[in-house]
């Protein structure tokens, strides 16, 4: 395995503009051997691995952030299939994304043009030779090129909604915006453009004739908020198109997941609809190796966006439709033809990990192809026997991987972040099966500090997920990182309660229209359970998370009798009632709260509502500090602008932090260092006595 320190860079033609300061890989030594958050802002994060055509390179790329400039940059590199000859083929001040190989062994590639538009580029697989190939006036947000490489799907925005010029030609300064539907907003946006596919030709040195395969139609393709390249398809002969579309809009689209595969046909332009009458979200299609089939996720019922993801195989002669996973209980996260056509791998939480499992389309038979404490994240093909993917754990960052029948676990073929790691004494995570109310069993995740002594006796903080129907697997996360927190001192317990994948459809689906209910006694079980082992100090415990993991702090503020000594809450609800009235996708409030609060014969809805966190302010005892977003339109900044205020009223420590600039996430760098610093501050504040506490961090 070469070295991350082998990662050479070859000679480029590319030149910089201006004084533009790239951003590279940080020099960074370690001064205590221990995992901070300046080692967790040095690593490299390694984006998704692709195979070339002839199977011998891998394209990938490493992004790095820079505080100073308060962003990251992903530059892009290729090695044998192998992992050896590790090459950086591009140093640029500005990202490249999206990049996959060509036949011909070129590299095409997403980059900004001079005005700053995303644009579709092409270069040699050195590096050399780059040239922007399209030119579209707003920038493309992705691309797919078909088979035969004479065509390419482009995505780009078209207007939605009109403005106050639109209305009011006379009034060209005026800046309020008419709304007269629902989804006017969704995740942190106000919806005035709307994605759509464009299909345009390749030369191959530039696209041209773009249409809009979608003209005249209100709406998105892909699917917003985070639909990409995966919505569509070429058929095997690049004369046709599957594209994913929920043709909804207003109302209809805000309370339905119901989406489908649209057949286009490019010579006739005619639409046919391939997954008419299954109910629920129908994506990612992928057509077999030789075109016969396709396959893709579809979820059964409408309105519930966790439904499980079903691996779905349509014959396209017959129409014939077969689920290949009726005899799996668990919810696909994505898949890959096998190159024979006879299987597909996919990967899955299952137990609290995410292995690669390969299925069979005749018999259906299952097999796990690599396994190991860490979550597979992506596949590309490079034979029948052999894929590349990536993996992480809570202990360790993306890296990439070769499974090809060698290694049970998987071969890592890059060392991106040895040389941090190396210099690090880094924490342990451990299993623990724990005994819930109701008489199971439920996998909890103990993370402990770097060095840690059973003798003595820890500080520790229960994760609460978000999602709700979030795994907890062994993510990796830059801000909800278990390691970086466990490394401050602290025992991380990490439940994996009711409604989190990996265990069954049953233990999944128990938590919808039941928030205050099993699932919050599965952590004050896993809690519990902790509190019986001698390090663990049961008068220094905190709680800690976001959206769903959010609420639930607020919840159990109200509830915990006491085991909690502090709370920290990140983009959580507080008021079920407000939220319900606030949010964009009402399918999600619909299925998982059960229903309006005004819907008085509705006894889940009215057990929801009833139940609310900000229904038990009375009872808060323990200091909370809270963080949200303003540009989160899924949890509005009031929920948590609400609970600060009431803890204040009743005279419970509070401190909040608003980033006007972030959505449900904390995003730029600085921020999210800022809210790491406040996090160990505000905990070492309450669990660590002093001298050890530093408040001042």
């Given at each position: ?665 904390i995003l730029k760098p600085q921020n999210a260092v800022m809210w790491q610093r406040l996090f160990f501050r505000w905990f070492d ?13």
């Amino acid at each position: 395995m070469a070295s991350s320190a082998a990662l050479l860079l070859t000679a480029c033609s590319q030149k910089q503009a201006d004084d533009e300061q790239i951003i590279d890989r940080p020099d960074f030594k370690s001064q205590t051997g221990v995992f901070d958050i300046d080692a967790l802002e040095a690593l490299g994060r390694v984006t998704e691995p692709v195979v070339s055509p002839d199977g011998k390179k891998i394209l990938f790329g490493i992004s790095y952030e820079s505080l100073e400039q308060n962003k990251s940059n992903r530059d892009l590199y290729v090695m044998n299939v192998d992992g050896s000859d590790q090459t950086r083929i591009t140093r640029t001040a500005k990202s490249e994304n999206s990049a996959v190989w060509l036949s011909d062994g070129r590299i095409a590639f997403l980059y900004p043009d001079s005005d700053g538009n995303a644009q579709v580029w092409v270069m040699n697989a050195d590096g050399s030779g780059r040239q922007q190939i399209s030119d579209v006036e707003k920038g493309v947000n992705g691309f797919l090129f078909s088979p035969d490489e004479q065509k390419v799907i482009l995505i780009g925005n078209v207007k939605y909604s009109q403005d106050a010029a639109d209305i009011y030609p006379d009034l060209p300064k005026a800046t309020g915006r008419v709304v007269d539907d629902l989804m006017y907003k969704h995740w942190d946006e106000w919806v005035t453009e709307i994605p759509h596919p464009f299909v345009g030709n390749f030369s191959g040195s530039k696209i041209t004739d773009l249409v809009d395969i979608l003209e005249g139609e209100p709406y998105e393709s892909p699917m917003k908020p985070f639909g990409g390249v995966e919505s569509f398809a070429w058929s095997n002969d690049s004369q046709s198109v599957v594209y994913t579309c929920r043709k909804k809009t207003g109302l209809e689209y805000a309370i339905s997941t119901n989406s489908d595969l649209f057949l286009y046909n490019l010579s006739d332009k005619s639409v046919k609809n391939l997954t008419e009458g299954m109910m629920g979200y129908d994506t990612m299609p992928k057509f077999s190796p030789d075109g016969t089939k396709m396959a893709w996720l579809s979820m059964e019922r409408d309105g519930y966006e966790a439904d499980k993801n079903r691996l779905m195989v349509r014959d396209m002669a017959s129409g014939e439709i077969t689920d290949l996973t009726t005899d799996w209980d668990y919810t696909i996260e994505e898949f890959a033809w096998n190159p024979n056509g006879k299987s597909l791998w996919f990967i899955a939480y299952h137990q609290g990990v995410a292995p690669v499992f390969s299925i069979d389309v005749d018999s259906k038979a299952v097999t796990t192809v690599a396994e190991d404490v860490c979550d597979f994240n992506s596949l590309s093909p490079v034979s029948e026997t052999a894929v590349v993917t990536m993996a992480h754990s809570m202990l360790r960052p993306n890296e990439v991987y070769l499974i090809d029948g060698s290694d049970a676990k998987g071969k890592r073929i890059t060392a991106v972040n040895d040389d941090i790691f190396n210099q690090l004494r880094m924490p342990s995570v451990e299993k623990r099966m724990v005994p819930t109310t109701d008489g199971k069993q439920m996998l909890t995740w103990v993370v402990k500090p770097q060095d840690f002594d059973s003798t003595k006796t820890y500080p520790s903080i229960l994760y609460c997920q978000g999602g709700p129907q979030s795994a907890v697997s062994q993510f990796w996360s830059y801000r909800w990182n278990l390691a970086l927190m466990a490394s401050n001192g602290y025992v991380m317990i990490a439940p994996n309660r009711r409604g989190v994948p990996g265990f069954g459809t049953e233990w999944e689906e128990q938590i919808s229209k039941d928030y205050p209910g099993q699932n919050m006694r599965d952590y004050l079980a896993a809690v519990d359970d902790m509190k019986k082992e001698s390090y663990i100090d049961p008068a220094r415990i905190g709680a800690t998370g976001a959206s769903y993991g959010g609420f639930s702090i607020y919840w159990l503020a109200g509830n915990h009798n006491g085991r909690f000594a502090c709370l920290l809450a990140h983009a959580g609800i507080f008021n079920t009632e407000t939220q319900y009235l606030e949010t964009e996708e009402m399918w999600f409030a619909n299925w998982d709260m059960g229903g309006a609060f005004w819907e008085k014969d509705n006894a889940v809805a009215q057990r929801t509502h009833a139940n609310s966190p900000h229904r038990f302010v009375d009872k808060w005892t323990a200091p909370i500090m809270i963080s949200h977003g303003e540009f989160d339109y899924r949890i509005l900044a009031s929920q948590g602008m609400m609970a600060f205020n009431a803890a204040k009223l009743r005279g419970i420590p509070a401190e909040m932090v608003i980033y006007p600039d972030e959505n449900h996430w904390i995003l730029k760098p600085q921020n999210a260092v800022m809210w790491q610093r406040l996090f160990f501050r505000w905990f070492d504040r309450w669990l660590k006595p002093a001298p050890e506490a530093d408040t001042a961090k």
